[in-house]
């Protein structure tokens, strides 16, 4: 059985990094992308993915309005969601796991340490598993 997976990020070039990445995964995934929060928001309603990556600077809604709405919505709150931003930091990580991501991710430089760090992430946690996980350390 395949997982879904979101990733909410304005940057077409952030979203095929993601996509990239994900081919040397061993993880049978649909990934699905929304480049604004609000069609995030939508996908998120439609498609209930295992797991959302969510960008923090976008235009419109921010990534963090974003997640305050999912957690706020009974019907996707439970969706565990991974903060995936250039910008993470201690501070950043205190305020996404505050309002109800599990952990952060930096964007990575290439699609190979991209790939990587997914691995480490995903594989030894098995996908089906995250949603057990209250907060996990930013990497």
């Known amino acids: 059985m395949y997982k879904k997976i ?4 304005d940057d077409a070039d952030e ?3 993601f996509i990239e990445a994900f081919k040397d995964i061993n993880i049978l995934v ?9 069609e995030g928001i939508r996908l998120m309603k439609f498609l209930i993915p ?3 990556f969510l960008d923090i600077n976008m235009p419109g809604l921010s990534g963090f309005d974003c997640l305050k709405i999912i957690k706020r919505d009974n019907y996707i709150n ?3 969601v991974v ?3 250039t910008g993470v930091n201690a501070v950043v990580f205190d305020d996404a796991v505050k309002n109800g991501a599990i952990t952060c991710i930096k964007k990575q430089d290439t699609i190979k340490e991209l790939t990587c760090l997914l691995k ?3 594989v030894p946690v098995k996908l089906s598993d995250v949603m057990d996980y209250d907060a996990m350390p930013f990497v």
């Open 30 to 38: 649909k990934f699905f992308t929304a480049s604004t929060g609000e």
């Open 83 to 85: 903060i995936y931003s």
């Open 50 to 52: 295992d797991i959302v």
């Open 15 to 17: 979203q095929f990094i």
């Open 78 to 80: 439970k969706i565990p």
């Open 120 to 122: 480490e992430f995903l």
């Open 6 to 9: 979101l990733l909410i990020d």
